[in-house]
T-cell receptor, first 114, second 114 residues
Framework: GNSVTQMEGPVTLSEEAFLTINCTYT??????LFWYVQYPGEGLQLLLK?????DKGSNKGFEATYRKETTSFHLEKGSVQVSDSAVYFC?????????????FGSGTRLQVQP | GAGVSQTPSNKVTEKGKYVELRCDPI?????LYWYRQSLGQGPEFLIY????????DSGLPNDRFFAVRPEGSVSTLKIQRTERGDSAVYLC????????????FGPGTRLTVT
């Protein structure tokens, strides 16, 4: 079945540091890949997505590239802010195989200190 | 416009009791999903509706769990004979078929079984 593996947190960084959160996946076919974010006290919201190999998703300074050869979708940001502190979830769907439900990783908590 | 809403936001019940959790999706979204999120974990899929019918219920853990969506909008997740292990945050999400798997999440219902 489908699965997503993320690096364990918490990840603690100083403001303006570079961020990488690793995500690898196992899936049949050609899944669509997502990063969702959960800010403190708020619901899950989509951060970015990529639907085919070599696509780069980007939003709010965050980027992730769909790498089929390494089955990875690592999240990066060049300069984090305190307001980026949240839990980040990597996820996939198997739309090409009719599997519409999201399969999530376990989440990575990011703490950015001023 | 209005997002996905869920009621109640918190529910405390005794072991063995019956509970109902409600989800109001974004207007016009034909797809509706239920997920369950335990502390420190990513959401886990329970059931997916396309219109009024359950298109995929492979995530329901056992026959104590049941969900309906009689008119293709509001959905109710029903849990019979609750157990302490059912304690979690129950999330609802909706999407339109045209959005490449992008799902919009509600704030969740925190269920505590004592």
């Amino acid at each position: 079945g489908n699965s997503v593996t993320q690096m364990e947190g918490p990840v603690t960084l100083s403001e303006e540091a570079f961020l990488t959160i690793n995500c690898t996946y196992t899936a049949t076919g050609y899944p669509s890949l997502f990063w969702y974010v959960q800010y403190p006290g708020e619901g899950l919201q989509l951060l970015l997505k990529a639907t085919k190999a070599d696509d780069k998703g980007s939003n709010k300074g965050f980027e992730a590239t769909y790498r089929k050869e390494t089955t990875s979708f690592h999240l990066e940001k060049g300069s984090v802010q305190v307001s980026d502190s949240a839990v980040y979830f990597c996820a996939l769907t198997g739309l090409d195989t009719g599997r519409r439900a999201l399969t999530f990783g376990s989440g990575t908590r990011l703490q950015v200190q001023p | 416009g209005a997002g996905v809403s869920q009621t109640p936001s918190n529910k405390v019940t005794e072991k063995g009791k019956y509970v109902e959790l409600r989800c109001d999706p974004i207007s016009g979204h034909t797809a509706l999903y239920w997920y369950r999120q335990s502390l420190g974990q990513g959401p886990e899929f329970l059931i997916y509706f396309q219109g009024t019918g359950a298109a995929d219920d492979s995530g329901l853990p056992n026959d104590r769990f049941f969900a309906v969506r009689p008119e293709g909008s509001v959905s109710t997740l029903k849990i019979q004979r609750t157990e302490r292990g059912d304690s979690a945050v129950y999330l609802c999400a909706s999407s339109s078929l045209a959005e490449s798997g992008e799902q919009y999440f509600g704030p969740g219902t925190r269920l505590t079984v004592t």
